[in-house]
């Protein structure tokens, strides 16, 4: 294919002005705020759900509206940074990222705080679209996977102490200070980013935006995602049919318009893109909700208290972060392909092994299945990225990079509700009470039943592109 793997080293006029190593650390302080929000607050949904009377599924919102906020607009101002400058939407973005966290802390019901998550994930959406973007045109072909790898390394660092951290604060200081904490720093991150970026990266200065095609792909994304998280109600269906209707006259939409909002011929005319987009998101619609379920299942049927139960899953995120580093930097020598495949078939054995957990489960097996998930997930996701980047011309740089995102957050969603699903057949809205312990465990084994065999598909996709 002619555009995989660009030679350019150069990729914008102004990125000799640019030190890579600063604009590498503001790029990784700024990929760690998000995920450790999103791995600290599941040590607090029952803290939170007790404060504000919600139940099961209610707290499920609190972490699903954020990754639908996310999934639909990383899209859209994607293409709003070709235009107008990634640096402008990256720092706009963290910007209020960090402002409606901080006051997530502040909310006074679980109505206010599940808005404030949405505003949040619109934060996330103008940040993720454009971060990776910005780092693979300041980082060359040659060193990039190692880069990738460093910056995801961040993510999974995040992931590992956010539970921690996450535990400690919740127990000693209650679950506002997680918001107040995670907001002032990505706030301060936002000011660091203003003085560090110099260039804006405007690869569509004057190109029109396409309004009409952004609103049927949010709407085609929203109705996906939410009518699968409304499952099995007919309402959920009728969500899921208007999603797929919509998404198919924006298939036929984007191929007509000038100046598209996502290039669609990018999947048909790139295979090796294609299929990596793929494994991506069974991979996160696979293993994004054990995180969520572990939490649960530790603190209400084990009896463990938030930070203990944090210690324990953070054996995962710790070993993502270790393998995610050595594993971007084996992506520049060896088939990244490859390396992301055996990557998803260790999570297959991750998620098959959760499936018989049951109440009097040794801590010691599920923290082997942890640190099983966490290789599994370290050595897929640096080497996949790297192929998604780098299989594209700087041009689509913006829309590969919040593909990508889009891919993730879509695969977070999927598993989240997956998860709803199964806690809402089982359980219901209820209270995760001792009566219904048996309840949950019966939706907890369903839930790894389905995200097992999306792992091992997500295997059997990813091993195609192996001789590509």
Request: contains cysteine; proline residues 3%.
């Amino acid at each position: 294919m002619n555009n995989i793997l660009t030679t350019n080293i150069q990729t914008n006029e102004n990125n000799g002005q640019i030190n890579k190593n600063s604009a590498l650390f503001v790029l990784c302080l700024a990929s760690f705020s998000v995920p450790f929000m999103g791995s600290a607050i599941n040590l607090s949904l029952p803290q939170i759900g007790a404060s504000f009377s919600m139940g099961a599924v209610s707290q499920s919102w609190v972490a699903t509206i954020y990754l639908i906020s996310t999934a639909i607009f990383q899209v859209p101002f994607s293409r709003m940074a070709d235009l107008l400058g990634r640096k402008k939407i990256f720092v706009s973005g963290l910007m209020l990222f960090g402002v409606s966290t901080f006051l997530c802390g502040l909310s006074p019901s679980g109505a206010v705080l599940i808005i404030m998550r949405a505003l949040s994930g619109l934060g996330c959406a103008m940040m993720f679209g454009t971060s990776m973007a910005i780092l693979v045109s300041v980082f060359p072909p040659q060193s990039r996977g190692k880069a990738i790898g460093i910056n995801t390394a961040a993510v999974y660092f995040a992931l590992a102490s956010g539970p921690f951290f996450g535990g400690i604060l919740t127990h000693n200081l209650g679950w506002q200070s997680l918001f107040y904490l995670v907001g002032f720093m990505s706030i301060a991150v936002a000011i660091i980013a203003v003085i560090v970026l110099k260039s804006e990266w405007t690869e569509a200065k004057g190109e029109g935006f396409d309004y009409f095609g952004s609103m049927i792909y949010a709407l085609g994304l929203f109705g996906l995602i939410f009518g699968f998280s409304e499952l099995p109600a007919a309402f959920g269906f009728a969500m899921i049919a208007i999603g797929i209707i919509c998404f198919t006259a924006f298939t036929f939409y984007e191929l007509k318009y000038k100046h598209p909002v996502f290039n669609v011929r990018i999947f048909s005319n790139n295979k090796l893109f294609g299929l990596s987009c793929l494994s991506a998101l069974l991979n996160y619609a696979c293993i994004s909700a054990v995180a969520f379920m572990m939490s649960l299942y530790l603190q209400y049927i084990r009896g463990l208290s938030p930070q203990k139960a944090g210690l324990i899953l953070i054996v995962q995120a710790c070993i993502q972060c270790l393998i995610s580093f050595y594993a971007g930097r084996l992506s520049d020598r060896l088939n990244p392909s490859a390396l992301a495949t055996a990557g998803m078939a260790v999570i297959v054995a991750g998620l098959t092994g959760l499936i018989f957990i049951s109440p009097d489960t040794p801590i010691s097996f599920i923290i082997f299945l942890l640190f099983l998930l966490g290789f599994g997930f370290g050595l897929f996701s640096s080497p996949n990225s790297n192929m998604i980047m780098s299989s594209v011309d700087k041009k689509y740089y913006g829309q590969a990079s919040a593909t990508m995102g889009t891919m993730r957050l879509t695969g977070q969603a999927f598993s989240m509700g997956i998860a709803t699903m199964a806690i809402s057949l089982s359980v219901g809205n209820n209270t995760i009470t001792p009566h219904f312990h048996s309840d949950f465990m019966n939706g907890f084994h369903v839930t790894f039943i389905i995200c097992a065999v999306l792992s091992v598909v997500g295997t059997y996709a990813s091993s195609f592109r192996i001789k590509r």
